[in-house]
């Protein structure tokens, strides 16, 4: 959700083997993927992305 807030994107890296065949973990990660989506979908695809990053002005102050 980082990534996406700040306007960035993630790479999903799926490689096959040599006839074309997707492995099996790889199906069962894009599944759950799938699952997760169904139920956080909105963080993804209903929200927009900040323009600015940050938290606003932030002031540091010294000592504790």
């Given at each position: 959700m980082d990534v996406v807030s700040k306007n960035g994107s993630v790479l999903l890296n799926i490689t096959p083997?040599?006839?074309?065949?997707?492995?099996?973990?790889v199906k069962e990660r894009l599944?759950?993927?799938?699952?997760?989506?169904?139920?956080?979908?909105?963080?993804?695809?209903?929200?927009?992305?900040?323009?600015?990053y940050?938290?606003?002005k932030a002031q540091i102050v010294e000592g504790h």
């Open positions: 083997k040599a006839n074309g065949e997707i492995p099996e973990p599944l759950e993927m799938g699952e997760w989506l169904k139920i956080n979908g909105e963080a993804i695809y209903g929200t927009r992305p900040f323009r600015i940050g938290e606003g």
